[in-house]
């Protein structure tokens, strides 16, 4: 054997050795990693339902208001307005109507930051759209609650009634009242809107079945109920990647509505004044009106 010869096996022995010390050093790590990560896995019994970690909603911040000045505000109106959720915009808001684990309905967002006491629901009855009377956390889940009739036989045959609490599901939800203020500013030169309040209302029965009307449950004050739903997707139909949150939808004011009242020295709803088609006929001047505002301020 020769030199050249002596050298290329001793290269060779020590690649050999080499190879197996890198391949005796990766199994050792790959047994630490299932020593001390894969039990933690398991122990949490998470499943990745999808192909990456949802992480951009949950740590969603809310976007702070502009501050204006009452010096630059030139011209506001108060608007009610009715959000009807039987039109096919407004389904984000609607459904699901039983929640799902990366998706709930508004109503049920709502639920969920008043139980976790990060949303204040006010009004003893219906109509407290001035946030004069905050409930407490008991009284405003007792209002998530409607008590139902039932009869059930006693041990000697009697029919008893009895009233039991109803949760009150969210597909009972048939309208949002919404509370806002338009205005402009001059100082920026924009027609600009602020929600104020937000009431999810159902339709009220009679015992033998009729419709009585709308009933509001609560009136929730929106800037505080920002930082709630600015951490809760909405469906989008177009992108499942792209999904916006609440805060986004009211924000680009992405849902359909009517008005039902304006700021007026009687204080009168439109229906007290009007009938029929004429209370659409109304409430699209009143939009109308608003819109016309901004637009004749420019010059062309």
């Not at 020295?265 to 009938?275: C, D, G, N, Q, T």
């Amino acid at each position: 054997m020769n030199w050249d010869q002596s050298v290329l096996n001793f290269n060779n022995n020590n690649i050999d050795k080499l190879m197996k010390a890198m391949e005796t050093k990766k199994i050792f790590i790959m047994s630490l990693l299932s020593i001390f990560l894969l039990p933690a896995a398991f122990a949490q019994n998470k499943i990745l339902d999808g192909v990456y970690i949802k992480e951009n909603t949950p740590t969603r911040r809310v976007i702070p208001y502009t501050q204006v000045r009452e010096a630059d505000v030139m011209w506001s109106k108060r608007v009610w307005r009715v959000i009807p959720l039987r039109e096919k915009m407004n389904h984000p808001l609607y459904y699901p109507i039983d929640e799902i684990d990366n998706r709930k309905s508004l109503f049920d967002v709502m639920k969920f930051g008043i139980g976790e006491g990060t949303i204040t629901a006010y009004g003893d009855a219906a109509f407290d759209d001035e946030f004069k009377a905050p409930m407490t956390k008991t009284q405003a889940l007792d209002k998530l609650n409607e008590m139902v009739k039932i009869y059930r036989e006693d041990d000697e045959g009697n029919m008893l009634e009895d009233s039991v609490p109803d949760p009150i599901h969210s597909g009972k939800i048939k309208w949002y009242w919404v509370k806002e203020d338009w205005f402009f500013d001059r100082e920026r030169s924009v027609l600009d809107v602020r929600i104020i309040g937000l009431a999810p209302v159902q339709e009220k029965l009679n015992e033998d079945g009729t419709v009585r009307g709308p009933m509001p449950l609560f009136w929730v004050y929106f800037p505080e109920a920002r930082y709630v739903f600015a951490n809760f997707d909405v469906f989008n139909t177009f992108n499942d990647a792209e999904r916006r949150t609440y805060e986004d939808l009211f924000w680009k004011r992405t849902f359909s509505s009517f008005v039902r009242k304006e700021s007026n020295v009687f204080e009168r709803y439109i229906s007290e004044y009007k009938a029929g088609i004429d209370i659409l006929l109304e409430s699209e001047r009143i939009k109308t009106q608003i819109f016309n505002y901004e637009h004749d301020l420019w010059h062309y």
